[in-house]
Every structure is written in structure tokens, then in C-alpha cells.
């Protein structure tokens, strides 16, 4: 992989409807936070990296101009990224390969969204050609056929594909009531979960993530700086990254080799061979509660159509043998291009002991994941407390 | 050009029932951009969106690896080669997924509820996206008893064809 590389510092807004702030200024929130908590100036960073949705999103093209100050990016370079819902994981990557390579030692990376600026479904439906594939633009649409195709593949149930999802659901918005930054804050039950209204059946109100305005900063760097510079760096121990075909039927999404590739790659790269039982916590891409039943699996998290089962004995639920996404993951914070990398800032949180109330306990191995596009792109990151 | 965008608007443009800007402290700039496009579908999607009026449904094959895809495509996404032979689908298929879509937004292509299925045409060797109707979906229950007796769906036309993909009005049960 190249040079070792280390999370030295992370952070993130407030997330929810940020009427308050101007876009500019919601970014440099979260860009302020990351230099406090890395206690190094923008001196010290020899590039930045930044990413979103399409900047339609908020009505923009090229918005990491209009933010070119708040990047503190004035007189350094600058490259964008972004695959969709994955962005946030690329973002990262990016800035991993920057500095793996040797080409800089301090990377800034940022990605952001401010979802209440614009239409974020009208956004999802720019994503595809308008002429072959928009009908099923919306991401609900695209998600919950593939919920379906999963539970068909392996003749699950809908019942306890409905318990599982439920479960996945509660366990998110309780992480989401101990996490000060996430953007619903909610106690449910599973009940309110399987009774809530159908919006793409079978996935219900709180089986789908919200629509969210936030940013997420992390600072990236190499041994000999990290070392330098930070008490308690978070580790780069593998990451992995796959793409698909365009065309949604082209391939089975049961079995999503995307995923499955991915965190192979990322798995190998940091020397694990049993995931569920060396991983201590993961941060799980769940814009979807049934999407996540099929992400354990395909994430080798679980046995390929177990994912309810396990979910049901309260395997990754919190105090289980593998929590998944104690921050209250996608399901209760969605700035879209923001979420994978989040998920890299949680995952860092959590093996530095600095997650707060939803700390695991003792977590030194965790998993962070995104996915992107309709069903075509998986992004992996796993971070370690140890080199 | 007023008239233009304003024809775009009323093509995309359905009722956003949950999209206000509130009442808020600060203020808001409101500002919206419409941009007309006329996208190049070459010659492969051109003949695919000429047979679909002429209520034929096209795909090509992979010389290599023999695959049948639909829509038909120019080249193969997993050999790169030419897809150059045409295919003639039959009308009839099995249904791989499904979903019943209950809610609005912007830039839907039908007013809900609807039923978007991924449908595998006998002879194709991957699904086409598109939708599953011809039966009462008011009620979600309903429509999913009814959807664990389908497997076989067969295309309906639409009476007036434009030569897009929506010449197809929906695949319905058999």
C-alpha cells in the first residue's frame, strides 16, 4: 500500500437543517474543528482534498470554489473527488494514495452537503441518463429493489426481513441519541419502525436515512508527521474500493461483488481473516435498514443470507460481538457526499477512545464503508489503534 | 427560449407536496436553474427507440461471450467488443425484483403508486428496468399478496407510441 498512513485529527458540524450558515460557512465548521483537534495549523498541510454530491445538490457547480476559503486551500493544490454516496470514502482514499505515495506528508480532507439548499430526490434523479434508467430515480426506488432481490435470492422471509430491518433501525437512532452531533435524535421501538408509513414498500419511514446539511473534515497523515504531531493516531490498516456496470440489471445486487471485492481487498491489506470476530466496531454505509442486512453479509460481517438471524440474536446490535454504527450511522445523519466520510471519522473516534457517550468499549479494529450510485460503488477504510 | 424552458418544466415538473422553505431567523436566496439538453443516443439506442415504436423490443449480442443485453447496447460492458447482432426479444419475462414506490417527488416519471420491477425478457441475459402494473395498487398489502403469486409478466404498449422507453405502458402479470 505504500507509505503508512494515520487519521490525526477529525471533525464534524452539527448536522441537520443548518439554515443558520451559509454553505461557506458550514464547511469551515468542520475545518476549524479539524485543526483544533489535530493542533496544527493550515501551514502544516501540503494539499486538500474535498468532495460532494453532484453540486446540484445545492444549485452549484464546482462548489469547492465558492468554499476555497473555508478549505484554507488559498496557495495549495486541490483535487476533487466524488462517486455518489461513496464520495466521502474516495475522499479519503484520495488523500490516503496522496500520501502513501510519498507525494505529501499532510492532507486535509473535507466533504460536505447541505441537502435543505436544493431537492435532494430531484438530485438522485440527475444521477442517471434520463431515457433508460430514470424510473428508477429516487433513491428509495433503487434500494428497496434491491432489498427485495436480496430477500428473493435467499428465500427470506418478509417478516423477519421486517424484524431484522426494525432492529437495525432502533439500534441506529439509539446511537443517534448519544451521538450530540447526529441529526435525529429519536427514540423508537420496533414497533414504530414496522408500523410507520410505506414509502417504497418494503421499506418504511424510519428504514430510510434523512436528508441532512453537514461536513466532515478529517487530517491525514504519514508516519513521520502523525508520530510528530499526534498522541493517538488512528491507523490506515486497509482500504479497498470497487466499481460496477451502469445498468442496474446488468448484474445480481444479491450478491454485490462490489462490496464483497472491496472489503476483500481491505480485509488482506490489514491482515484479517475472520472480520466478525477481529473487527470491534463497524461503521456501516445504512442510508437503508434492510440495505444494511445485506451489507453484513456481503461485507463477510455474517454467512451469505443470515444477515437477519444474526441481526435478531443481537450480534451487532449494541454490546453484541461486532456494535455497527453506535454514531447512529447514515440512518440518523445524512449529509450525503459528508457520510462516507463520517464513517472514516467515527471509525478513527472510536480506536483513539474518543467517541464519546457511544464509545465501544475498548474498540482497537474498526470497519468504515460507503456505498454509491445506483448500486455501483463500494468504498472500504479500516482503521486500527495500532500501526 | 421562454417557452422552451417552460415546456421542460411542465415534462418534469410535478407537485412538490413536501418541499417549502420555512419560516426561519435568517434569510434564504431562492434561486433556481432549468437547463435544456438534447443528449446524442447514437445509433444503437437510436434503432432500440425505433423498434419500441414499432412495438418491438430490441437487444444486442456479445459476439464473445454471447451475452444477450437489454436495452441493447453498442458494446459489451464486461468484453469491450462490439455488440453488433440484433435480437428481437420475446415480450414475455420473469420478474427478478420488484418495489411498490408510494411517495412523491420531483422529477418522477408517473404518478404514484407504482411498481418498478426489474424483469428478465426470456432470451436476455440480464433484467430491464421497468414497470409492473394492470392491477388495483392502492393498497400496499393488497399488492403484496398479489406480487407472491407473480412470476411471469408480459409488455403492455402504450396507445400512442413517441418512440421512448415508456412506449412500453407496463409489463403486466400472466
Known amino acids: 500500500m505504500g507509505r503508512a498512513v494515520a487519521v490525526i485529527g477529525t471533525g464534524q458540524t452539527k448536522h441537520g437543517r443548518r439554515d443558520d450558515l451559509s454553505y461557506p460557512d458550514l464547511v469551515r465548521e468542520a475545518v476549524k474543528k479539524v485543526f483544533e483537534d489535530a493542533g496544527i495549523t493550515p501551514k502544516d498541510v501540503d494539499g486538500v482534498v474535498y468532495g460532494s454530491m453532484p453540486s446540484m445538490m445545492e444549485g452549484m457547480a464546482y462548489n469547492h470554489f465558492y468554499f476555497a476559503d473555508a478549505l484554507r486551500v488559498v496557495g495549495k493544490p486541490l483535487l476533487r473527488t ?18 502513501a505515495s510519498g507525494m505529501a506528508d499532510v492532507v486535509l480532507a473535507v466533504a460536505s452537503e447541505k441537502e435543505h439548499e436544493g431537492d435532494a430526490q430531484a438530485t438522485m434523479m440527475t444521477i442517471l441518463e434520463p431515457f433508460l434508467m430514470v424510473t428508477i430515480g429516487g433513491a428509495p426506488v433503487a434500494f428497496s429493489l434491491q432489498s427485495r432481490e436480496w430477500m428473493g435470492y435467499y428465500h427470506i422471509d418478509d417478516d423477519k426481513a421486517r424484524e431484522a430491518a426494525s432492529i437495525v433501525s432502533v439500534d441506529s437512532h439509539d446511537g443517534g441519541l448519544k451521538n450530540p452531533l447526529a441529526h435525529i435524535r429519536v427514540k423508537l421501538t420496533k414497533e414504530d419502525v414496522s408500523k410507520a408509513p410505506i414509502i417504497t414498500y418494503p421499506v418504511r419511514l424510519y428504514d430510510v436515512c434523512p436528508t441532512s446539511d453537514g461536513a466532515c473534515a478529517v487530517i491525514f497523515a504519514s508516519e513521520e508527521k502523525a508520530k510528530k504531531i499526534c498522541k493517538k493516531p488512528a491507523w490506515v490498516k486497509g482500504i479497498g474500493f470497487r466499481g460496477e456496470e451502469y445498468f442496474i440489471g ?3 445486487k444479491a450478491v454485490w461483488q462490489s462490496t464483497i471485492e472491496a472489503s476483500k481487498e481491505a480485509y488482506k491489506e490489514a491482515g484479517i481473516t475472520n472480520p466478525l470476530k477481529e473487527l470491534d466496531v463497524a461503521e456501516v454505509y445504512n442510508p437503508f435498514s434492510y440495505q444494511e442486512l445485506m451489507f453484513l453479509e456481503c461485507l463477510g460481517l455474517c454467512p451469505p443470507g443470515e444477515a437477519p438471524d444474526y441481526v435478531i440474536k443481537g450480534t451487532f446490535s449494541p454490546g453484541g460481538e461486532l456494535p455497527c454504527d453506535p454514531s447512529g450511522g447514515v440512518l440518523c445523519t445524512n449529509p450525503i457526499g ?50 | 427560449m421562454a417557452e422552451k424552458y417552460k415546456l421542460i418544466k411542465d415534462l418534469v415538473r410535478m407537485e412538490i407536496v413536501d418541499f417549502t422553505f420555512p419560516k426561519k431567523e435568517y434569510r434564504t ?17 437510436t434503432r432500440f427507440f425505433d423498434g419500441l415504436k414499432e412495438g418491438k423490443i430490441f437487444g444486442t449480442r456479445c459476439k464473445k461471450c454471447n451475452k444477450v443485453l437489454v436495452p441493447a447496447r453498442t ?13 428481437e426479444l420475446p415480450q ?6 420488484w418495489c411498490l414506490v408510494n411517495y412523491k417527488y420531483y422529477g418522477q416519471v408517473k404518478k404514484p403508486p407504482y411498481i418498478i420491477g426489474q424483469i428478465r425478457l426470456d432470451k436476455a441475459n440480464c433484467s430491464l428496468t421497468h414497470f409492473i402494473g394492470g392491477f388495483d395498487l392502492s393498497d400496499p398489502d393488497k399488492v403484496r399478496r398479489k406480487m407472491k403469486t407473480v412470476s411471469r ?15 412500453i405502458a407496463y409489463f403486466k402479470p400472466i
Not at chain 1, 82 to 99: L, R, Y
Not at chain 2, 29 to 45: E, I, K, Q, S
Request: aromatic residues 8%; charged residues 20%.
Open chain 1, 82 to 99: 466524488e462517486t455518489c454516496g461513496s464520495t466521502g470514502q474516495s475522499v479519503a482514499h484520495t488523500a490516503i494514495h496522496w500520501i
Open chain 1, 338 to 387: 459528508a457520510a462516507g466520510l463520517i464513517r472514516v471519522a467515527e471509525a478513527a473516534l472510536q480506536v483513539t477512545g474518543k467517541a464519546g457517550e457511544h464509545q465501544v468499549e475498548g474498540a482497537k479494529l474498526a470497519l468504515s464503508h460507503a456505498m454509491g450510485g445506483a448500486e455501483q460503488f463500494n468504498g472500504i477504510t479500516i482503521l486500527g489503534s495500532e500501526l
Open chain 2, 75 to 87: 458494446f459489451c460492458p464486461s468484453c469491450y467488443e462490439d455488440m453488433e447482432e440484433w435480437i
Open chain 2, 29 to 45: 436566496g431562492r434561486h433556481d436553474t432549468v437547463l435544456p439538453y438534447n443528449w446524442a443516443l447514437g445509433p444503437t439506442w
Open chain 2, 153 to 167: 409478466v408480459k409488455a403492455v404498449w402504450s396507445k400512442e407510441k413517441h418512440g421512448d422507453i415508456y412506449d
Open chain 2, 92 to 97: 414475455e419475462g420473469s420478474v427478478e425484483t
Open chain 1, 250 to 252: 446488468d448484474s445480481n
